[in-house]
Antibody, heavy 119, light 112 residues
C-alpha cells in the first residue's frame, strides 16, 4: 500500500517562500509508471492542481502558478518537494501530495498539511 | 472559475438516486480525456471514487457509477446513504496552455 506524507511549516510570512516535502513509502518515486504531484485546497474551497514531476526530473506546472513554483525529486530519499515563492494570503491552503498515473488520475493522496500565510 | 463545471450542491433522501454532472469542453473531456471522480469526506483528503469514466477502485461500492458523453461526465449514486454526504470533485486533463490537470469546482451532496 502506497503512503504519502507531507511535511513542512504550518505558518509562513507574506512574501516568503514555502518549502514542503512529501515522503513516499510502499512505492518508489523512481517508478517510470507514475508522476508525483502537488494539489492545494484553500479553506472551504475546491481543489487546485499545482504541478507534477517525473522521476527523471521532467515537470509540468499549473499555468496560473508556473512563475512561482518549483517541484523537485530526490530518488535517493524517495521523496519529492514543493517550493512556492512570493507568498500572499491567497496561498493559505491545505497542501496535498499525490501520485498521478499515466491514465491521468490521482490514485493515492497524502493526508494534507495546512499552510497559513500570515505575518 | 473552474475549467470543469459542477453544480454547487445536490441532495437526496436515503435510498434515492442522485447524479452529479461535470461539464467540460473540446480541450478536455471532449478531446477524449477521461473523467475521474473523488469523494472528500469532511476533514479528510480526497479519495479516488471512479477512474477512467466508469471504473471503480477496489473497495468502492457498486452504488457508485460513472459515465461520459461528449464534453460531459456524470457520477451516479444509487441507494443513497447518510455516509455518502460529502464533497465530490471531477478531474480530467486539458490540452490548452501546453496541457494541465483540471478539477471541477466540487459538489456538496446532502443526504436529507
Amino acid at each position: 500500500q502506497v503512503q504519502l506524507q507531507e511535511s513542512g511549516p504550518g505558518l509562513v510570512k507574506p512574501s516568503e517562500t514555502l518549502s514542503l516535502t512529501c515522503s513516499v513509502s510502499g512505492g518508489s518515486v523512481s517508478s517510470g509508471s507514475y508522476y508525483w504531484s502537488w494539489i492545494r485546497q484553500p479553506p472551504g474551497k475546491g481543489l487546485e492542481w499545482i504541478g507534477y514531476i517525473f522521476y527523471n526530473g521532467n515537470t509540468r506546472y499549473s499555468p496560473s502558478l508556473k512563475s512561482r513554483v518549483t517541484i523537485s525529486v530526490d530518488t535517493s530519499k524517495n521523496l519529492f518537494s514543493l517550493r512556492l515563492t512570493s507568498l500572499t494570503a491567497a496561498d493559505t491552503a491545505i497542501y496535498y501530495c499525490a501520485r498521478y498515473t499515466r491514465n491521468n488520475h490521482f490514485d493515492y493522496w497524502g493526508q494534507g498539511t495546512l499552510v497559513t500565510v500570515s505575518s | 472559475q473552474s475549467v470543469l463545471t459542477q453544480p454547487p450542491s445536490v441532495s437526496g433522501a436515503p435510498g434515492q438516486r442522485v447524479t452529479i454532472s461535470c461539464t467540460g469542453s473540446n480541450s478536455n473531456i471532449g478531446a477524449g480525456y477521461d473523467a475521474h471522480w473523488f469523494q472528500q469526506l469532511p476533514g479528510t483528503a480526497p479519495k479516488l471514487l471512479i477512474y477512467n469514466n466508469n471504473y471503480r477502485p477496489s473497495g468502492v461500492p457498486d452504488r457508485f457509477s460513472g459515465s461520459k458523453s461528449g464534453t460531459s461526465a456524470s457520477l451516479a449514486i444509487t441507494g443513497l446513504q447518510a455516509e455518502d454526504e460529502a464533497d465530490y470533485y471531477c478531474q480530467s486533463y486539458d490540452t490548452s496552455l501546453s496541457g494541465h490537470v483540471v478539477f471541477g469546482g466540487g459538489t456538496k451532496l446532502t443526504v436529507l
